[in-house]
Every structure is written in structure tokens, then in C-alpha cells.
């Protein structure tokens, strides 16, 4: 059985309400092409592939196609496929909210104990292969197409182009961003209010130099995540309290005097898992009332297999949630392009902390990105990215049940690793198994912020990071090492 429909046609975020299939599909189209988020002539996935995505049969997307094409949403034209009509629709601003005066944070919080210096156990020889998560398959980035969009892109560039620039970032990607994002992420994004940084790691400097000017003091941050974020929000003054996590995720109802959070919330690094629906509305409730502002990392979103889509928080309210994305998974790290998507009110704070001009990300770079998603190849890239993943993540999961069975695997519906407990006890020992088979792993105690109490133990597998020809290997090694 071919595979083939998986990389055809544009990624389409959609949540289906309602009752019955086709008039929830239905509905879900409308209100995009209503909101903008679908622009006239956006042309839409195969009805087999949105079958495949939204997990329904292609006779009832078959079937909403035509009805909407009846009704004037869409047209559809032999070799053109299925298109938004172009119709007047205006892309309207984000909903009004109710902005709570701006407010200064809680008191300085009491001293975070000091970082723990990360279990390095004793390796024997050096590792042949990694299973360290954060990283994708380097090998299978798309050097051709993204050559082909550095020509195009190079060729009709203007002058102007190859000048310092501007800190907001190049126009022509942040104008291809933002139809992608709205499209494909329920981001509600202005090219205006999009700044390109440098990664994830520089918008987030840049927003803990905003907020310590807004005098801000805490950033309520995950129990487990990353490190490196949380020594640089301290390194700019700012405390870092943890919230608890349970089964279904951070307990985002204990936020209180905090002036911000930052949070993975479409999939939680590295414990896996969607924040649920409730605890997004007490997290975005929270900051209307209190005036703070919500830091999302999107941090692998594009990467799901066994679920419905699930959507950027920043959609819940445009004016409170700054969204942080970049092509670190999607494509690569060394690209160094990410962005930022900012309330109204922050942009000026954010572009002012950033500079006068453009010293960190190539405007040939950027100009290349914004060719890349306009031609449809990121789009193609992303699904066949996601198919290839997913096998590995089904090899995986078979290759335990075959030959450690009493492992236990989780988060594994969508991103790029996987978690596997391990019996209490067994991190320390199972991670230096792994280094005498040549395998580098990382426990999840790693992960742990230093505020919390040690929880279970576990590995935190990127199963994205090795090359095809790498990856029998690695999983063999994995394997031997488990108990």
C-alpha cells in the first residue's frame, strides 16, 4: 500500500463541533475561511489526505467539498484542485478581551535551590549512536528543494534585501508565516505582529528583557522541561516556580501572583501529552485576570500521529499569549529562524530589546523559508517528515513489546521522543548500560526542575534523531540496555 497521499497537500488545522462528522467538518471550514485563517485560493488537501489527517472516511470530506463548493466556500476545477473561493474576507483582529491594568508580579521568590550539575556516569567508549531528544533526522533535510527556493528567492529579491534590515524580520516570510500559522496551527497572526528571531532561545531572552522591564518577577515554568530556559530566565532576574503535574498534565489552576508562564502546552516536553481544554481556559483566564502574559513553545506541534490536531493556545486570545515557534524541528537547528507572534502591545517592547536592525537571522535565509512554504515544499516536507517518524515510533513501540516487555512507553502521540519507565531505581544504572553499548540516553530526572522532589524514573527517547541508516543500530543498543 502507497504512502504517497501523506506528503500531498497543505497542512489544515481544524476542530470539528457539532453533531455528525460532515457538518462539523463542514462548519470547521467555514468558520476558517469566515476568520481569514484560510485566505481566497488557498488551495486545500486531497480529500483523502484530510480523511487520513482527521481521521474520518474520504466519502464524508469528499462530500463537504462539494456541498461548501454549492454554497460559494470553495471551487474546485479539473488538475486545481480544491480552492477557497475568492470572496471578500477580510481577516478581522483578534477578539476583544478585558485587560487587567499591567502589574509588577509577586514579590521576589525565594531562592531556587542550585541547579544540580547533570549525571554524567562513566562511559567506557564513545558513543556510536544517540538517542537524545530535541534533534531531527539531520540527514533528511531537504537539500534539494531548499536549494531550488534559495534560486527563486535569490532571483527576485530586491535590493533592499541585502542590506542590515530590520528587527521585525524580513516581510516576505513574516506575510508566508502568517497564513501558514493561521492555516495549520489556529494561530491568529498579522505579519505586523510577527518578529523573526534567531530560535526559540533568543525570543525567549528577548521577552525576559520585556518583562523585567514591566517588572515582572516570577515566570511560572513546567516541572519538567529545559534547562537551558530556566538558567536564562534567572539569569535575567526572574524566578522560576514550578507548577505541578499530574496524569493529565501541569495543574495550570495553582497559577496565582505570577507576572508570566512559559509552557509546551500543544505537546509537553519532554512528559508527552496535550494540556486538556480546561486547564488551557483557567491558564488564559488566569492572565486576563491578572494582566500577566502566557510564553508558548510550540515546541514540536506539527509532529502528530494518533490524535486529532490539536491547536495553539495562542488562539484562545491573541492579546495574552505570546507564541513561540521556529524550524529547529520542522527542518533544522542550524537554520537558526524562529518567531514569535506578540500581543499588540508588546510588539514596540520586543522590537525596541532587539535592536535597530537585523543582526542574527540571514534575510537570505528568511527570503529562502518564506519561497519554501509559499511553493507548498514545506508542507510537503513537514507530512513526509511526520509519515517517516511515525514509523520509527512504531518500530519502536514493536521492538519493546518484543524485547523488554515490562517497559512501559508514553507520550508517544505526537513529537519527536517517547518516554519509557523504568523500574524504580533503574535510571542511573540504565543510562550507563546504554553508554557500554555505545548509546547516549538521557534520563528524565534530567529534565526535572530542581524545585521538585525526584519523581519516577524513566528515559526520554528521541527516536527523530538518528539517520535511517543509524537507526536499527541505535534501537538495537536501546534494547540491550533496557532491564
Known amino acids: ?77 479539473q488538475g486545481s484542485g480544491t480552492r477557497v473561493a475568492r470572496r471578500a474576507a477580510p481577516r478581522p483582529g483578534p477578539a476583544a478581551v478585558h485587560r487587567a491594568p499591567a502589574r509588577g508580579g509577586a514579590a521576589r521568590a525565594e531562592p531556587v535551590p542550585p541547579r544540580r550539575p547533570p549525571v554524567r556516569p562513566p562511559v567506557r567508549r564513545s558513543a556510536t549512536h544517540t538517542l537524545h531528544p530535541g534533534t531531527p533526522d539531520l540527514g533528511s533535510f531537504p537539500r534539494g528543494e531548499w536549494l531550488k527556493a534559495a534560486r527563486r528567492a535569490l532571483a527576485s529579491a530586491p535590493h533592499e534585501a541585502l542590506g542590515y534590515g530590520e528587527p521585525h524580520g524580513r516581510v516576505e516570510l513574516r506575510t508566508a508565516l502568517a497564513d501558514y ?101 483557567a491558564a488564559v483566564d488566569w492572565a486576563r485576570r491578572t494582566g500577566a502574559v502566557i510564553l508558548e513553545d ?106 523488554a516487555p515490562g517497559i512501559r512507553v508514553s507520550g508517544i502521540a505526537a513529537g519527536l521522543h517517547a518516554v519509557l519507565e523504568l523500574p524504580p531505581g533503574t535510571e542511573r544504572s540504565v543510562v550507563q548500560a546504554a553508554s557500554w553499548q555505545g548509546l547516549a540516553v538521557q534520563g528524565l530526572d534530567r529534565f526535572r526542575h530542581p524545585a521538585v522532589p525526584p519523581g519516577r524514573d524513566a528515559l526520554v527517547v528521541g527516536y527523530a534523531t538518528p539517520t535511517d541508516s543509524a537507526w536499527s543500530g541505535a534501537l538495537d543498543a536501546l534494547c540491550r540496555a533496557l532491564p
Open 1 to 77: 500500500m502507497t504512502d504517497s497521499w501523506a506528503t500531498f497537500g497543505a497542512d489544515l488545522h481544524l476542530e470539528l463541533r457539532g453533531p455528525g462528522l460532515r457538518s462539523g467538518l463542514m462548519e470547521a471550514l467555514r468558520e476558517a475561511v469566515r476568520t481569514g485563517r484560510l485566505a481566497p485560493g488557498t488551495r486545500l488537501p486531497s480529500s483523502r489526505s484530510l480523511a487520513a489527517d482527521l481521521g474520518i472516511a474520504r466519502n464524508t470530506v469528499a462530500d463537504a467539498y462539494a456541498e461548501l463548493v454549492a454554497e460559494g466556500w470553495l471551487t474546485a476545477r
Open 298 to 403: 510550540d515546541y514540536d506541534g506539527e509532529f502528530r500521529y494518533d490524535r486529532q490536531p490539536v491547536g495553539a493556545l495562542q488562539g484562545l486570545d491573541p492579546e495574552r499569549v505570546v507564541y513561540l515557534g521556529t524550524a529547529s524541528k520542522s527542518l533544522t537547528p542550524g537554520l537558526r529562524l524562529g518567531w514569535m507572534v506578540l500581543p499588540e502591545d508588546l510588539v514596540g517592547d520586543v522590537l525596541a530589546a532587539k535592536g535597530h536592525a537585523e543582526w542574527v537571522s540571514s534575510a537570505l535565509d528568511q527570503l529562502t523559508l518564506a519561497e519554501f512554504i509559499r511553493s507548498g515544499a514545506y508542507d510537503r516536507h513537514v507530512r513526509g517528515m511526520r509519515l517517516r517518524y511515525r514509523r520509527r515510533r512504531d518500530q519502536l513501540v514493536a521492538a519493546l513489546a518484543e524485547r
Open 181 to 281: 500559522l493561521a492555516r495549520a496551527r489556529g494561530v491568529h497572526a498579522d505579519p505586523d505582529r510577527i518578529v523573526i528571531c534567531s530560535g526559540f532561545v533568543h525570543g525567549l531572552r528577548l521577552m525576559a528583557q520585556v518583562l523585567r522591564g514591566r517588572k515582572v518577577r516570577e515566570v511560572a515554568v513546567e516541572s519538567y522541561g529545559l534547562d537551558v530556559h530556566w538558567d536564562l530566565l534567572a539569569g535575567a532576574g526572574l524566578g522560576t516556580p514550578p507548577l505541578p503535574c499530574d496524569g493529565r498534565g501541569t495543574r495550570t489552576g495553582g497559577l496565582d501572583r505570577q507576572g508570566a508562564l512559559l509552557i509546551t502546552a500543544a505537546h509537553q516536553f519532554p512528559l508527552g501529552g496535550a494540556l486538556p481544554p480546561d486547564r488551557r481556559a
